[in-house]
Nanobody
Framework: QVQLVESGGGSVQAGGSLRLSCGAA??????MAWFRQAPGKEREGVAA????????YYADSVKGRFTISLDNPLGTVYLQMNDLKPEDTAMYYC?????????????????????WGRGTQVTVSS
């Protein structure tokens, strides 16, 4: 089974930047997305991208600060995170292979993805 491997997490101060990467060697997905989950909170969708690259989706809380992009030949999705805030602290998970779209929203947590990574921790200090 194809493994998704995230990298790029770490600890930064508020206002800093990080770039997350998620590779799925040889796997081509219709959508790829990033979700996050903070301790004691529900998982939430952060950003998603259609494989054609011309459709992106963002949670309101990250619009204007995060950018999702896709390198199709590599099968790698990136999440550039700028102006990070302490409330962005969470485990970030990569998802691929959307199998059931809920409410026409690839970021809805009821939307189903076939592949998930193990996560990469992002910690933002104030």
């Amino acid at each position: 089974q194809v493994q998704l491997v995230e990298s790029g997490g770490g600890s930064v101060q508020a206002g800093g930047s990080l770039r997350l990467s998620c590779g799925a060697a040889g796997y081509r997905s219709n959508y790829m997305a990033w979700f996050r989950q903070a301790p004691g909170k529900e998982r939430e969708g952060v950003a998603a991208i259609w494989s054609g690259g011309d459709r992106t989706y963002y949670a309101d809380s990250v619009k204007g600060r995060f950018t999702i992009s896709l390198d199709n030949p590599l099968g790698t999705v990136y999440l550039q995170m700028n102006d990070l805030k302490p409330e962005d602290t969470a485990m970030y998970y990569c998802a691929a292979g959307l199998s059931r779209l809920y409410g026409d929203d690839p970021l809805d947590t009821r939307t189903s993805y076939d592949r998930w990574g193990r996560g990469t921790q992002v910690t933002v200090s104030s």
